[in-house]
């Protein structure tokens, strides 16, 4: 069974710095996409970033420039680096990978991990 675990969220300032880390772990054959989704109180999940096995990367426009995602293939990790952030940050963040195992490829998330910024 595959878990992905999150950790690095918090409290920060506007303007301030967090970086997220997600660690896949199970038996995997391979992790295709590796990303970051975020919900905000009664708003949808939307798309932050996404990195490929490539390391070929995709942001939201809300996030470019600010924002950089990368992986550690060895590790099964993907981070977000998150700068310059704002109050319009805040909400839950979410890992997603699109996984290889046993029983074929599938699309697993993490639990969650909160990010508030205060103004």
């Known amino acids: 069974q595959v878990q992905l675990v999150e950790s690095g969220g918090g409290l920060v300032q506007a303007g301030g710095s967090l970086r997220l880390s997600c660690a896949a772990s199970?038996?995997?054959?391979?992790?295709?996409?590796m990303g970051w989704y975020r919900q905000a109180p009664g708003k949808q999940r939307e798309l932050v970033a996404v990195?490929?096995?490539?390391?070929?990367?995709t942001y939201a426009n809300s996030v470019k420039g600010r924002f950089t995602i990368s992986r550690d293939n060895g590790k099964k990790t993907v981070y977000l680096q998150m700068n310059s952030l704002k109050p319009e940050d805040t909400a839950v963040y979410y890992c997603?990978?699109?996984?290889?195992?046993?029983?074929?490829?599938?699309?697993?998330w993490g639990q969650g991990i909160q990010v508030t910024v205060s103004s």
């Open positions: 997603n990978a699109w996984v290889k195992t046993t029983q074929g490829t599938d699309d697993y």
């Open positions: 199970g038996i995997i054959f391979s992790i295709n996409y």
């Open positions: 990195v490929t096995s490539g390391s070929s990367t």
